[in-house]
């Protein structure tokens, strides 16, 4: 009998493990790695409040590409939604924490062991990944940090996203409860009274779970939220069906090329009183592809230039989230400023955030009695703090990707090792692809991988299934 390790129990690892059951023809043991989180939720369906939604419209969260409504088939077995009709469930955003509970429940059903025909045995077990040995020329020993080795014949990395990144100074306020290094785990049962300020350090979709939480809870002391370029993400909208901007003719284009067509683009949406964010969407089944296409040097022009528009424009948020932010910022509740963040310092009686010299030619200082660090994961990879990378690197089994973004991989998601070589029976999924992949941290892509993966591991061939384009606005 064959065992399959995955580390990380989060979507990706979890619908690795689901569809190794769903195919495998023989015997197979599952071990999942997890923990730090929920198993089957991970990061952000282990949320357990309901003002979190999803940031994507049921019709595009099932969780299998070869059945693309199931998620929608799923929450017809819910009574609470019983009273939407078909075609605004499709477009509905639900909190996140019942999609945790739909990843829960396929764990359940497909990795439980109720059904006697099923020839896969699946233990998650609740500890973490440090090491990986190789043994001979197939398979490797996973070590971990409490319980015994695990000896697997292929290896899964679905390690998720890294914790967020370290700032300037934020070492020395470890053990001020004044500060929250993570944003994902539970600060608000450490905020402040409603007299006092809140400091949020970005203003991606992270910082604003923050914001709508706080307004959840009735508070409503002062908000400020800073980063870089001070850039919130937009609302999902309802649009047109539009052509892509790209044409479909094989051809390579470089980064100056594709701007050129996409600002055409907009302006000919804009022309036609349309949300030129059309544009963006249109090209998501390419985006991995265009990315593949660009030089090194292209793609860092993109992450310093146009990353931040980007991502504003295509991870947006749900109409409700979007309208709480908009009362936050009408009544004067939340204030966005843009500035590069120098430093945090423990002041006296607030945390000290003091912000790169602007227009002002000097640096200014916010207190903040409450300050959360939401500037969103720790992107290289090289340096990373996490023990197995950290040892894969040092053995030579794994190397960051060319943007050290992640963990270079080959097309079949093969670990690619310190000598360039592909490795057969190491393997990686999820948001540790995006140097490579760009596009790989939303559900659409994930189910997709975990797919592909599974099938590579069981030596089956990939299946057909109808391709939708994903789009995310509401046609």
């Known amino acids: 009998m064959q065992t399959i390790a995955i580390i990380g129990g989060g979507f990706s690892g979890t619908l690795a493990a689901v569809n190794l059951t769903r195919f495998a023809k023989s015997p197979l043991r599952i071990v999942i790695v997890n923990s730090g989180r929920p198993f089957g939720r991970g990061t952000a369906y282990g949320t357990t409040r309901s003002e979190h939604l999803l940031n994507v419209a049921a019709r595009n969260m099932s969780a299998f590409p070869d059945h693309p409504d199931h998620f929608v088939d799923w929450l017809r077995s819910r009574g609470d939604f019983d009273h939407l009709a078909d075609d605004v469930l499709r477009e509905t955003f639900i909190p996140r924490r019942i999609y945790g509970d739909y990843i829960r429940g396929l764990a359940a059903h497909y990795l439980g062991g109720a059904d006697p025909r099923s020839q896969v045995k699946c233990h998650v077990m609740d500890d973490s990944a440090i090491d990986i040995e190789p043994c001979g020329q197939n398979g490797g020993m996973v070590h971990l940090q409490r319980g015994e080795p695990i000896e697997a014949n292929a290896i899964v990395l679905a390690t998720g996203n890294q914790p967020p990144a370290g700032l300037p100074g934020a070492a020395k306020l470890a053990n001020d409860r004044r500060y929250c290094a993570n944003p994902w785990k539970n600060w608000h049962e ?78 000919r949406l804009r022309s036609a009183s349309q949300n030129p964010a059309i ?68 002041g006296e009686t607030s945390i000290e955030v003091e912000l ?21 994961p720790k992107s290289r990879f090289s340096d990373s703090q996490i023990p197995l990378y950290r040892n894969l690197f040092a053995r030579g089994l794994a190397k960051p990707d060319e943007m050290d973004m992640g963990i270079a991989v080959t097309d079949d998601f093969a670990v690619i090792n310190g000598d360039g070589a592909a490795s057969n029976s190491l393997y990686a999924i999820g948001p540790i692809l995006k140097g490579t992949l760009w596009e790989t941290i939303a559900v659409p892509e994930l189910r997709g991988q975990a797919l592909a993966v599974s099938l590579g591991i069981l030596d089956q061939k990939p299946i057909d299934w109808s391709k939708r384009d994903t789009i995310e606005y509401q046609i």
């Open 356 to 376: 790169a010299p602007g227009d002002q030619k000097q640096s200014t200082l916010i207190h903040g009695d409450y300050v959360i660090n939401c500037t969103g």
């Open 279 to 346: 544009a963006v969407d249109k090209l998501r089944s390419h985006t991995q592809q265009l990315w593949r296409d660009l030089s090194i040097e292209e793609r860092k022009l993109f992450l310093t230039k146009y990353a931040a528009d980007w991502n504003a424009i295509r991870h947006r948020i749900a109409g409700p989230i979007h309208d709480a932010v908009t009362d936050s910022l009408d009544c004067g509740q939340l204030t966005i400023v843009p500035a590069k963040i120098e430093s945090l310092a423990a």
């Open 190 to 267: 450490e905020i402040p009274g409603e007299d006092k300020h809140i400091v949020i350090l970005g203003t991606g979709l992270t910082a604003i779970d923050v914001i709508v939480t706080l307004r959840a809870k009735g508070w409503s002391g002062k908000i400020t939220a800073v980063s870089r370029h001070g850039i919130l993400p937009q609302r999902h909208f309802r649009g047109i069906e539009w052509p892509t901007s790209i044409p479909n003719d094989g051809q390579k284009r470089n980064l100056a090329e594709l701007l050129k067509l996409i600002r055409h683009d907009c302006e």
